[in-house]
């Protein structure tokens, strides 16, 4: 019977390892390039060009931004990135490299965490959580582990946080500290950073835990305010006193409204989009996290007083709280959009956690004469959901008919980088905001946005037709004279 569970496994492990590896490559180097992508892009490569710490502006007037707020992908991915360009790589892909990087150390984290919490099969179950995770609908998706985006380092991030922090409380900040410059949203995850170190604290009272708490607190959490501050620094020096307080009220901005102007959404609708978000039916996905919490909760009354299930709760009901803040967080929010990437961060980094508490709670369950057949039927359920999800993921991802991919945005871009290049066409506008960026940004010109008055007289790049003199036409995009 053991030797049948350790074939099972690693039948299981390698096919979970071929799904990974399967999204892996296609993120990388088959689907296309995206807006958001290309736009994040302009920070490194004004870096390599000297123009310091600087987006194209395409959000902020058209013009060249320094410490952008409308990018919110932060530095602990862009100046790594701008490291790998510096080498000479392809821009898509050398970019493409940081973010798969840390998808990697998510994926090994995850493994490192679910192994404390109940050995290899609570491993296995982390695991294949993020590939089971779909987030590449809607207008602003994560299509892959390997685009140029925040939320998947962030996630990395804060599950290397909780790895270290029983024992170096104050590398656990930092990590906290560089995900929040990963991405400015994984703030949300200090309601569950709080927790572990409150969990962590000796004490036999509540008031001596209390006393221990803010002891070992003040380190880390100076180490978490340390990669912001840094940034910030090196901002209000770029900047000056008077360009630093603008840039302040523009973050500031941003961080309340989400950059978006949408029809308030709800937290049904949001509810409903996360559950339909994991390749099954919603109704699937809900009854998979309800089996979760009554297991979770089972095993907890059944280990009350033993030692090893503080081990557990050291990791769950921080990721309790980390998923409920970030969950709540967008579902509350009416005035962002019903776009899963938005508590993607949460999701990835603290959804893995519960799903290996819930293989632990299901280990705990089956050695008791009464759960036995409980644990087993609900086991073999959430066997078949996810694994479900996760296979359907992989297939469906790399199956779906495009309509680009980075292939045909390459051909159809060569001709117009071409013109640009014998014209010396510094910058191009997007008209509208979309395909068009991300084909300007492969040109090597500079990005605006047609509608900014920066961009008088300058020509514009459209998937459309030209009203004016077509300049270049490769298809799909032409190049226009300016009206």
């Given amino acids: ?3 049948a569970r350790s074939i099972l496994f690693w039948v299981l492990a390698a096919a979970l390892f071929a799904g990974h590896l399967v999204i892996a490559w296609n993120s990388l180097v088959v689907w296309r390039f995206w807006e958001d992508e290309a736009f994040n892009l302009t920070v490194p490569q004004n870096l390599i060009a000297g123009l310091g710490y600087t987006s194209d502006g395409t959000l902020s007037g058209s013009t060249l931004t320094p410490f952008d707020p409308r990018i919110s992908t932060g530095a602990a991915v862009l100046l790594p990135v701008a490291a790998v360009l510096s080498t000479g790589i392809d821009p898509v892909i050398g970019a493409r490299l940081i973010p798969l990087a840390y998808w990697a150390l998510l994926l090994v984290g995850l493994a490192v965490l679910g192994r404390r919490i109940g050995g290899r099969w609570a491993a296995l179950a982390a695991v294949a959580v993020p590939l089971a995770f779909t987030t590449g609908a809607g207008n602003s998706p994560i299509q892959g582990p390997a685009d140029l985006l925040g939320e998947i380092p962030a996630a990395a991030l804060l599950v290397w946080a909780l790895i270290v922090l029983p024992r170096r409380a104050w590398l ?13 949203i994984a703030l949300l995850a200090m309601p569950a950073f709080a927790v572990a170190l409150w969990i962590s604290a000796p004490g036999a009272s509540v008031r001596e835990r209390f006393v221990a708490t803010l002891k070992r607190s003040w ?31 523009e973050l500031a901005w941003f961080v309340r409204s989400g950059g978006q102007n949408v029809e308030p959404t709800t937290v049904a609708q949001k509810l409903a989009t996360l559950a339909g978000s994991w390749s099954l039916p919603e109704w699937a996905a809900v009854v998979l996290a309800v089996i979760s919490v009554i297991l979770i909760a089972g095993a907890l009354l059944t280990t009350r007083g033993d030692p090893s299930a503080h081990t557990v709760g050291l990791y769950l009901w921080p990721a309790a709280v980390g998923a409920l803040a970030f969950v709540g967080w967008w579902a509350t929010a009416s005035h962002l959009p019903l776009w899963v990437r938005h508590p993607a961060p949460g999701v990835f980094a603290f959804f893995p956690i519960l799903a290996a508490a819930t293989a632990w709670a299901c280990g705990v369950l089956l050695q008791g004469r009464t759960t036995r057949v409980l644990a087993v039927v609900a086991a073999s359920a959430l066997v078949v959901g996810i694994g479900t999800g996760a296979a359907l993921h992989a297939v469906t991802s790399t199956t779906a008919e ?77 190049i226009c004279a300016a009206e």
């Fill in 1 to 3: 019977m053991k030797t």
């Fill in 172 to 184: 656990a900040g930092l990590l906290v500290g560089l995900a929040v410059q990963a991405k400015l």
């Fill in 219 to 249: 380190v880390p959490l100076l180490f978490v305010a340390l990669p912001t501050f840094l940034v910030e620094v090196f901002a209000l020096v770029s900047l000056g006193l008077d360009g630093y307080i603008g840039h302040l009220r």
């Fill in 402 to 478: 495009r309509w680009e991919t980075l292939a045909a945005q390459r051909a159809a871009v060569e001709p117009l980088a071409a013109w640009v290049d014998e014209n010396d066409a510094a910058w191009l506008a997007a008209q509208p905001w979309g395909a068009a960026v991300s084909a300007i940004v492969l040109s090597g010109a500079h990005v605006g946005l047609f509608d900014a008055p920066e961009m008088d007289g300058i020509p514009r790049l459209t998937g459309g037709e030209c009203t004016t003199e077509v300049l270049a036409d490769s298809g799909p995009y032409r």
